[in-house]
Structure formats: structure tokens, C-alpha cells
């Protein structure tokens, strides 16, 4: 049961094979039994999670229940929970209980689906590894001695590892995409404004998009039919019509136009990912889509501006964190500047003080135009690379890190190193565009690499249509990682 898709669990909750509360009973288990050593949940409430699960139960025998009523879902922590911790992963929210949920929260809760804990994260969301959380990193279920990817790296490693059958994460710079691909699931960052940001802490707010993390594409379109949707809270939420986001899952990949971009197989990408990523874009090659050759000539400037413009937003948005409102407050203090220094010394752990700190540099007085500006001026190059490439194809293929898994603490003290990590992901949330991450093999060590899929503006559901042909065909999405078999 563990290893069951979504549509597979409905299924056997519709036939009554099994209850909500005795999958979430399962779920818990598995959660007992792996979290001490994995560190993927910071809070589990088996209580909370249960009552959900009856409620689900009975709301079934009504015959009122949807495609996720009953499914336990896991969340990251960083998506205001009432009644429950919401700490993104930071000393500073340690003891924060929000007094209101979500909009993705709330979606769930209306969905029927069982809140099943919340998920361990980079502090803030800032970071590729999960290491950078006050509550400890997160280990691989692929190898403890390897990071999970980040920012949203609880969430996939419980999905990885089987204690959740699907969870939620937000993607900044690719903070869903990555770490799916370094944990061997599947991961989409939906168009920018299709999720709405109401409840979910903000890192960088033109950048951020909530989105799913889970076993297939088909799951994935089932998590957006009930996280996506206008939300009148969110000022940047967009009024479209309700889509069903599993529309397209049987799309024929006959004339389908690849884009493969020269920058995203070039040098510095290990032969194991190129090879996996080569591969399966040949299988599709093999099914009737044609590869055609397209530059994006502005990814190498893509990390540097992404690490100008989301650290300015971040120092911005973290400005609210003043031991005023909410969250940690120093115990000790002489004045309320004082007051000020201390909590955020305390509450903040070294790569958010370093992010503020940039942040501040790059919006201030004279270097402004120098940083800033030029970053956002590269920002739209970067939207037109891709507006030039999808007259040419209807979707980039590439991979979505340049490399698997790493140990912990191998890229801790070079911050360059982990940011050029981020290379293939950043670039689709400075454009505003949908990009799916699918496992598609494994390197040498055994570790998953992932297939990137990025689309032009509200192309999920193609995307997802792509993908799922393409898990039809293969079987890497539903391998079970070897340190923690069911
Ligand atoms: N790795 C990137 C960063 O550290 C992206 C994080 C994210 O998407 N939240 O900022």
C-alpha cells in the first residue's frame, strides 16, 4: 500500500479495501519507524492527522467524498497551519503557531485529505541541500550520508521514502524540482500566480509558487486540481477558469517539438545525469517527438541574478521578523534596538544572516543601480530566451541538477558551489514558467538523476501529459530507495 499512487489509493478507499485511518495508521508507522534517522518531519500530530482521517471516513460513507478525501498529505513547513507549528525550519518560528491556515492548507482541508505532518526544510526555504534548518538536515533515503536536496527536502524525502504518499513544497529557485530529482521523485513548480502565496511564509515574493511533490506525473495533476485556483488574499494570484490538470494525460508524443538547450549539456554537468537525461530523450525520439537544438544564451547569468534579486526580496520580506510581532524575542536586552540586534542574532541561522546581508548591499543607496537593476534587466533577457525558444519547440528537456546526491557538509563552507547547483532550475522561476522535475535513471552510484520539463506559460497539464507517456513506458518513478525498503 505504501508504494500505491494516488489514483490507486482512491481507489481502494471508494471500494472500502481500506479506511483513511488505517492508511494514515500506515503512514504514521512508517513515519515512527523512519523520521528518527531520515529528520523529514519537524512536527507529526497523530491525534490531529486521525481525527482527520475519521472525518474523511465519514464523510465517504455520506458518498461525498473526492479523488484525495482521506489520502494523507504531508506539508512543508513553511504553509501556516492553525492549531499547529509552522517554524520554516528557523530558530526565529520555533514556538509560532499561525492563527490561520493556508490557502493551500485550506484547500486540502476542504478536499478531505488528512494533514499528515509537517515537512523539515532549509530555514526560509534558503538553501539546495536541507542542511540549513534550526531542526537539523534531512538525510536521502537513497543514503544517510547524502543530502535530500532543498529547500523543500522533508517533503521529498518522505515522499521518497514511502511515509507520505504525496506531499507540498514551494519552489523559489527550485526548491521542489531539486530535491525531487536528488530523492528520485517527481516535482512540478507550477506558472507563476496558479498558487496562491496566502499563508505561505515569504522568501522571495516575485519568485515563490507553491506547488506539488509525489510519486508520478498522474499524482502530481491530482495535488494541483486541489492546490491551484484563484485566491483573492494573494495579489498576485491569477483569475483563470478552474482546469483539470490531468486533462492531457494521455497526449499523443507524435510531432511533439523537444527543445534541447546547448547550454544544459554542456561542460560541468556529470556523465551519469547527462547520460540518464540523454537517454530518455531519446526514448521519446523513439516515440515520434523530434529533438531541435535551441540556445538559451542567458543561463550562465541566471544563478548571479537570481542571487541578487532573491536575497533583496528576502531582506525585505525578513524585516517583518523584529521580536515585535511574532516569533523568537531575545530574553535579554537594553533597548529596543538592542532588542532588535539580539533576537534577529539569535533567531537567524547563518545563511539567512548572509542572505539579508546581500540583500541589503544590493538595494542600497549606490549600489542599486549597479546590482539590482542590471540583475532585473537580465531577468527579462532570460524571459525573452525562452519566449525565442518556445516558437521553436513545445517543450525543454534537460536535466534539472547538474549533479545527484551529496554527502553532507561537502558543499557547507563554499556557498558558490551550492548556489552553482541551482544552475537548470533558477532560470524558469525568473521567467514566471511551469517546470516539472521526473526521475529518469540513475548515475553510477546508484543515485536518481532527474529529467526536466519546462513549458510556456500555463502548460502544466501538457507538461504533466508528457510526462506521464513517459512513465507509462518506464518504471524509475516507483523504485524504492535501498535505505529504506518497505
Ligand atoms: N537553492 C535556491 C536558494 O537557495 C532555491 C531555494 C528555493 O527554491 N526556495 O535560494
Same mark, same amino acid.
Request: with cysteine; charged share 20%; proline share 5%.
Given at each position: 500500500?505504501?508504494? @500505491? ?11 472500502? *479495501?481500506?479506511? $483513511? %485511518? ?28 486521525? =481525527? ?9 460513507? *455520506?458518498?461525498? @467524498? ?23 525550519? $528557523? ?38 541541500? $536541507? ?20 529547500? =523543500? ?5 518522505? %515522499? ?5 504518499? @504525496? ?8 526548491? +521542489?524540482?531539486?530535491?525531487?530529482a536528488l530523492s528520485g521523485i517527481c516535482g512540478l513548480k507550477p506558472t507563476y500566480g496558479v498558487v496562491s502565496r496566502?499563508?505561505? %511564509?515569504?522568501?522571495? =515574493? ?13 499524482? !502530481? ?15 498576485? =494570484? ?57 540556445? !538559451? ?6 544563478v548571479p541574478v537570481y542571487y541578487v534579486i532573491a536575497p533583496a526580496e528576502a531582506s525585505s520580506n525578513l524585516s ?31 545563511? %539567512? ?23 532585473? *534587466? ?44 541551482? +544552475? ?41 501529459? +508528457? ?20
Amino acid at each position: 500500500m505504501l508504494n @500505491a499512487t494516488l489514483s490507486e489509493l482512491s481507489a481502494a478507499l471508494a471500494a472500502r *479495501k481500506l479506511s $483513511s %485511518v488505517e492508511l494514515t495508521q500506515l503512514c504514521l508507522e512508517r513515519i515512527a519507524q523512519l523520521n528518527g534517522e531520515l529528520n523529514a518531519f519537524i512536527t507529526v500530530d497523530a491525534a490531529r492527522s486521525l =481525527s482527520d482521517a475519521r472525518r474523511a471516513d465519514a464523510r465517504r460513507a *455520506k458518498g461525498e @467524498a473526492g479523488p484525495l478525501t482521506g489520502i494523507p498529505i504531508a506539508h512543508k513547513d513553511i504553509f501556516c497551519t492553525r492549531d499547529l507549528l509552522t517554524t520554516c525550519g $528557523s530558530r526565529m518560528l520555533a514556538n509560532f503557531v499561525s492563527p490561520y491556515d493556508a490557502h493551500v492548507i485550506e484547500q486540502f482541508d476542504r478536499a478531505g485529505a488528512v494533514l499528515l505532518g509537517k515537512c523539515n526544510m532549509d530555514e526560509f526555504a534558503m538553501g539546495s541541500s $536541507s542542511e540549513t534548518s534550526h531542526f537539523g538536515p534531512v538525510r536521502n533515503p537513497w543514503g544517510r550520508r547524502l543530502v535530500p536536496g532543498g529547500s =523543500s527536502g522533508g517533503a521529498a524525502a518522505a %515522499v521518497a521514502a514511502r511515509m507520505a504518499p @504525496a506531499a507540498t513544497g514551494t519552489d523559489t529557485g527550485g526548491s +521542489i524540482r531539486q530535491p525531487a530529482a536528488l530523492s528520485g521523485i517527481c516535482g512540478l513548480k507550477p506558472t507563476y500566480g496558479v498558487v496562491s502565496r496566502y499563508g505561505m %511564509v515569504a522568501f522571495a =515574493s516575485s519568485l515563490d509558487q507553491g506547488g506539488p511533490l509525489a510519486k508520478s506525473a498522474a499524482d !502530481l495533476a491530482a495535488m494541483m486540481n486541489v492546490m491551484a485556483g484563484f485566491d483573492a488574499r494573494d495579489s498576485t =494570484s491569477l483569475e483563470r477558469p478552474k482546469e483539470d490538470y490531468g486533462r492531457s494525460l494521455n497526449r499523443d508524443l507524435r510531432g511533439l517539438r523537444i527543445g534541447l538547450p546547448r547550454e544544459y549539456f554542456g561542460d560541468g554537468i556529470d556523465p551519469g545525469v547527462r547520460n540518464a537525461v540523454e537517454e530518455a530523450t531519446r526514448w521519446f525520439e523513439s516515440q515520434g517527438a523530434r529533438g531541435v537544438q535551441i540556445e !538559451l544564451p542567458h543561463t550562465k547569468l541566471a544563478v548571479p541574478v537570481y542571487y541578487v534579486i532573491a536575497p533583496a526580496e528576502a531582506s525585505s520580506n525578513l524585516s517583518r521578523f523584529d521580536g515585535v510581532r511574532y516569533g523568537h524575542r531575545a530574553k535579554e536586552y537594553s533597548d529596543l534596538t538592542d532588542m532588535y540586534c539580539r533576537t534577529r542574532a539569535e533567531g537567524f541561522g547563518a545563511e %539567512v544572516k548572509l542572505r539579508i546581508l546581500v540583500g541589503t548591499y544590493v538595494l542600497s543607496h549606490g549600489y542599486y543601480d549597479a546590482y539590482y537593476l542590471q540583475a532585473q *534587466k537580465i531577468r527579462r533577457l532570460i524571459a525573452r530566451d525562452f519566449a525565442a525558444a518556445f516558437e521553436r519547440c513545445d517543450v525543454i528537456m534537460g536535466p534539472t541538477s547538474p549533479g545527484t546526491a551529496f554527502e553532507l557538509g561537502a558543499k557547507s563552507d563554499d556557498p558558490v558551489q551550492m548556489y552553482l547547483g541551482d +544552475i537548470f532550475t533558477v532560470p524558469a522561476p525568473l521567467a514566471g514558467l511551469p517546470a516539472l522535475s521526473v526521475p529518469c535513471g540513475f548515475d553510477g552510484k546508484g543515485l536518481p538523476v532527474g529529467l526536466q520539463l519546462m513549458g510556456s506559460y500555463f502548460s502544466e497539464a501538457a507538461l504533466l501529459g +508528457i510526462a506521464h507517456r513517459y512513465q507509462q513506458a518506464t518504471d524509475w518513478h516507483l523504485r524504492v530507495p535501498n535505505d529504506t525498503p518497505l
